[in-house]
């Protein structure tokens, strides 16, 4: 077993219990030596076989790059409102906000009746708005199936009027329209199941083990989801909760349903998934070599919330779009049907007129990879290659007034350069500063003109990392740096004091920060943090490549009283692009807020 492991990147908890519980859970769908079978015949399967198979279920994925989200359930009927009353939060915790115990909830069940919902016309406005795939709560946290489970009867078809199984009819849609359909499932809290997760006011609640919610409600409808609806191109699991072993296999091992299903990171346990989610906002730069997606309202709530007028413009929608793809992401832009089952205005609008830009701009965004090129201070740019260069698109937010548009640090020669919504041409040369193209006086779009920039042979570009500078010091600044931090608990966040950003919110010692920089030469290197800390101490590893020093930083009198601390000295024996970290020690670990870490070379070891 353990010989299969060495060529396996699953968790090798996971993997010992996959073969170790699953034959009496699945019934005669298959048993474990079956999966066995799939997984040990991957056994004789190296990573990079198992990476390829990976490539192979993402590669539509990674071309999409824009998909819609859709929160729809019970609590869009009354838009989060409990007997008229506002709660907090978004809409679809409104059971848990209102503490509203399951037989009140239940009649609004009753009361569920989109009338108005139309499939084709639904999936007609994803494909609109350019987006390439749809993914709806199946069922949410309320425990209510919005598809015609077989075991739970509160579900839309048994415990509504509506009686039609809209994921059915989605389904059929999507396939017609060429929109991969994905569910969201949350696995873990169901507020109606006496086993699921979260319920905690309910008190005429009989409560049985997760384990009976899980493989009695939670493994069939994931079956049935991915069996009775047809190709199933995402399983969006959410709020990952600690469950047993059995519980979490029996789920993961559903996947095998369909071998090409997408899954994110939010099963539990660690376990990665196909891919990184991120929610509500846009991490300041991707996660290197991971795939990942940002999944946001495009409103305040993810359910319809009555007097939710919170509705992003139209330019930072795009802009968004723009920005997550430039970082090699995915944007899961969120809406929410009321009750009639229909989109408010604002948001029909909204997608609208993203669809008229992606109509005219969609090659800047579709198959595209994450931008080569430093910051830009005008814009965003994507990526593609083509026979013999790269082409780049570069988005432009705010046209130049001076004719002049510079792409710092490229030094590659000019191809061709062109307004991707006209194709006019662009002139173009290189200059110290980079490439620097002629143009017209007003771009194309107000919001994002594209511009098309092709160049010849590999990107000669320079360093777009944080490199040492000539007096052998290099700073990493705190918004340059990946936040390590999974949604759900206080997070590390970037957050700014005197317009100065820092990390901050650093309430949990799981997130940490990781910089990739490049370093010219080995040898000793002091340690510098600038930062605040209202605890006395706090501690936490600083690294570089593979070279450790534990860190103890003292108070500063509060947060927002910056001092710059030595931390101690490094002797690095690397050079080139360098990850450096900044991971706290858990049990000795007091939030501090980080502005910059810098690293000056004391000796050299040349
Ligand atoms: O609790 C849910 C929330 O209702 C919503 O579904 C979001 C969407 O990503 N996920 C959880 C919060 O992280």
Request: glycine share 18%; aromatic share 12%; hydrophobic share 30%.
């Given at each position: 077993m353990i010989s299969l492991l060495g060529t396996f990147r699953i968790p090798l908890m996971t993997f010992v219990y996959l073969t170790c519980g699953l034959g009496g859970i699945l019934g005669d769908q298959f048993d474990s030596a079956e999966l066995m079978a799939q997984d040990s015949a991957g056994g004789e399967h190296d990573a990079d076989t198992v990476d390829a198979a990976r490539d192979e279920r993402m590669a539509w994925w990674r071309q999409a790059r824009f998909g819609m989200f859709v929160h729809w359930g019970v609590y869009s009927t009354t838009g989060g409102e409990y007997n008229g009353q506002k709660l907090p939060?978004?809409?679809?915790w409104m059971m848990n906000k209102g503490r509203i115990p399951i037989a009140e909830y239940e009649k609004y069940a009753a009361g569920f009746?989109?009338?108005?919902?139309?499939a084709a016309e639904f999936v007609g406005l994803a494909k609109l708005a350019g987006m390439k795939y749809l993914v709806i709560t199946a069922k949410h946290h309320d425990g209510f199936s919005m598809f015609g489970s077989t075991a739970s009867d509160y579900n839309v078809v048994d415990a509504?009027?509506?009686?039609?199984?809209i994921m059915k009819e989605l389904s059929v849609e999507c396939q017609k329209q060429g929109i991969r359909l994905g569910f969201y499932y949350s696995?873990?809290?169901?507020?109606?199941?006496?086993?699921?997760?979260?319920?905690?006011?309910?008190?005429d609640l009989k409560k049985v083990s997760n384990d009976e919610y899980v493989l009695g409600k939670a493994v069939p409808e994931v079956k049935q989801l991915l069996t009775e609806?047809?190709?199933?191109g995402i399983f969006w699991w959410d709020t990952p909760r600690a469950m047993s072993r059995e519980s979490f296999n029996a789920l993961h091992s559903l996947t095998k349903l369909q071998p090409s299903v997408i899954t994110n990171d939010?099963?539990?346990?660690?376990?990665?998934?196909d891919y990184k989610t991120f929610e509500r906002k846009i991490p300041?730069?991707?996660?290197?070599g991971k795939d990942w997606e940002v999944c946001m309202p495009?409103?305040?709530?993810?359910?319809y919330k009555k007097g939710d007028n919170d509705f992003k413009s139209t330019s930072t929608l795009i802009r968004n779009l723009a920005d997550i793809a430039s970082k090699g992401g995915n944007y899961l832009l969120n809406v929410s049907p009321t009750g009639d089952g229909t989109l408010l205005p604002p948001a029909t609008e909204r997608l609208k007129e993203i669809g008229k830009w992606m109509a005219i701009n969609g090659d800047s965004i579709y198959e595209t990879s994450a931008s080569?090129?430093?910051?830009?201070d005008w814009g965003r740019c994507t990526s593609k290659k083509i026979d013999g260069g790269t082409r780049l698109y570069l988005h432009v937010f705010d046209w130049p007034k001076d004719g002049r548009l510079v792409v710092p640090g490229l030094k590659n020669d000019v191809r061709k350069a062109s307004l991707?919504?006209?194709?006019a041409e662009l002139q173009g040369r290189v200059t110290d500063g980079g490439i620097e193209l002629s143009v017209p006086?007003?771009?194309?779009?107000?919001v994002n003109s594209v511009i098309v920039l092709d160049v010849d042979g590999a990107l000669e570009i320079e360093a777009q990392w944080p490199s040492v500078d000539a007096k052998g010091s290099l700073v990493l600044a705190a918004d340059a740096a990946y936040l390590h931090n999974n949604e759900g608990s206080k997070q590390a966040d970037i957050r700014h004091h005197d317009d100065i950003p820092h990390v901050g919110y650093?309430?949990?010692?799981q997130a940490w920060v990781e910089w990739t920089a490049n370093i010219d030469k080995p040898g000793r290197y002091e340690v510098v943090a600038t930062l605040s800390v209202d605890a006395e101490k706090t501690q936490f590893d600083i690294s570089v490549g593979n070279r450790h020093l534990s860190a103890t930083a003292v108070g500063?009198?509060?947060?927002?009283k910056y001092v710059e601390q030595s931390l101690g000295a490094i002797d690095v024996d690397q050079v080139g692009e360098l990850s450096i970290k900044c991971k706290p020690i858990a049990d000795s670990w007091n939030p501090m807020n980080l502005r910059s870490i810098t690293l000056k070379r004391t000796e050299s070891a040349e």
């Open positions: 939060n978004s809409a679809e009746n989109p009338a108005k919902f139309d509504t009027p509506f009686k039609r199984d696995q873990a809290q169901d507020w109606h199941h006496p086993g699921g997760m979260g319920n905690s006011w309910d008190k609806y047809g190709p199933i939010r099963l539990g346990d660690d376990f990665p998934g300041p730069n991707g996660p290197a495009i409103s305040g709530s993810w359910g080569p090129l430093q910051a830009l991707l919504a006209s194709g006086a007003d771009g194309p779009d107000a650093w309430l949990d010692a500063t009198g509060g947060y927002g």
